[in-house]
């Protein structure tokens, strides 16, 4: 059973700070990973993705991957009030025969304070 | 480029009923997933369509199907439909060969009520 976890907060940051998400995933076979911002009552954004151990930068976002401590984590800096919302970390891979669906944490909501 | 759409977006529907849900990819996309998103059970994979066959499934009944048209264009069916059935589906589609790692990306959904 492939799982990610994510810690459901809230998580509670003041603008402008840095807000520091992190998941785990159980699947060693696991390649893709990737992270979703969802508002109330809309779908998931597509925000980062990440396939290679290290560091991806794109703006405000960084995301990290650690292939051998099976662990993802998304840095948002210079906070804003429009980054609240729940963050959606998942994990996909490539089984040959089609890439398989991608697991789901069940999310971190993140509340950024003016 | 215009992004993926779901119709309906809202729909109400009884206990024993079925139900056709559509989705259109972005264009140029040939894979097509399908996921139920509930509040107990999060975002759960339902099954996976490129170039009009099914390649994987998820935990599933056989009450949930699907097909992909050679437009890429999908639909999802729930038969007899169940209280537990009550969710936000929504339908994503990715860019993929077989030797790429890819990026979903989600319409809207259809907001599935069951009474």
């Known amino acids: 059973q492939k799982e990610v976890e994510q810690n459901s907060g809230p998580l509670s940051v003041p603008e402008g700070a840095i807000a520091s998400l992190n998941c785990t995933y159980s699947d060693r076979v696991s390649q893709s990973f990737f992270w979703y911002r969802q508002y109330s009552g809309k779908s998931p954004e597509l925000i980062m993705s990440?396939?290679?151990?290290g560091d991806k930068e794109d703006g405000r976002f960084t995301a990290q991957l650690n292939k051998a401590s099976q662990y993802v984590s998304l840095l948002i800096r210079d906070s804003q009030p429009s980054d609240s919302a729940t963050y959606l970390c998942a994990a996909g891979d490539y089984s040959g025969g089609g890439a398989d669906g991608l697991t789901f944490g069940k999310g971190t909501h993140l509340i950024i304070q003016p | 480029k215009a992004g993926v759409t779901q119709t309906p977006r809202y729909l109400i529907k009884t206990r024993g009923q079925q139900v056709t849900l559509s989705c259109s990819p972005i264009s140029g996309h040939r894979s097509v997933s399908w996921y139920q998103q509930t509040p107990g059970q999060g975002l759960q994979f339902l099954f996976e369509y490129f170039s009009e066959t099914q390649r994987n499934k998820g935990n599933f009944p056989g009450r949930f199907s699907g097909r992909q048209f050679s437009n890429s264009r999908s639909e999802m069916n729930v038969s007899t439909l169940e209280l537990g059935d009550s969710a936000l589906y929504l339908c994503?589609?990715?860019?993929?060969?077989?030797?790429?790692?890819?990026?979903?990306?989600f319409g809207p959904g259809t907001r599935l009520t069951v009474t």
């Open positions: 994503a589609s990715s860019v993929t060969t077989p030797s790429e790692l890819y990026e979903q990306y």
């Open positions: 990440i396939y290679s151990n």
